[in-house]
Nanobody, 116 residues
Framework: QVQLVESGGGLVQSGEFLRLFCAAS????????MGWYRQAPGKEREMVAVAYRYGSRNYTDSMKGRFTMSRDNVKNMVYLEMNNLKFEDTAVYFCYAEELSHTTYWGQGAQVTVSS
């Protein structure tokens, strides 16, 4: 069973920066995609960013330019840097990893709260 453990969440003020970390218990090279979703109170889970095995990345339009995702397959780590945070970015952020077979693993979530 693959374990994904997020860290780095917390409470920040609007306009500030926060970095999330996700550590995988298996080699990053074994996953076709790794990325981040988030879920705000009362809303459905939405994609934040995804990184493919060998480098390409996609972001949800509303987060382009403010969020940067990176992936280190050697260290089995995924990162999410969030700049100029807004109140509406408040959510639980989930790390995920998907195999080529489409088997998907999820972390437990990291709370990000942005005060206005």
């Amino acid at each position: 069973q693959v374990q994904l453990v997020e860290s780095g969440g917390g409470l920040v003020q609007s306009g500030e920066f926060l970095r999330l970390f996700c550590a995988a218990s298996r080699s990053g090279f074994s996953f076709e995609t790794m990325g981040w979703y988030r879920q705000a109170p009362g809303k459905e889970r939405e994609m934040v960013a995804v990184a493919y095995r060998y480098g390409s990345r996609n972001y949800t339009d509303s987060m382009k330019g403010r969020f940067t995702m990176s992936r280190d397959n050697v260290k089995n780590m995924v990162y999410l840097e969030m700049n100029n945070l807004k109140f509406e970015d408040t959510a639980v952020y989930f790390c995920y990893a998907e195999e080529l077979s489409h088997t998907t693993y999820w972390g437990q979530g990291a709370q990000v709260t942005v005060s206005s």
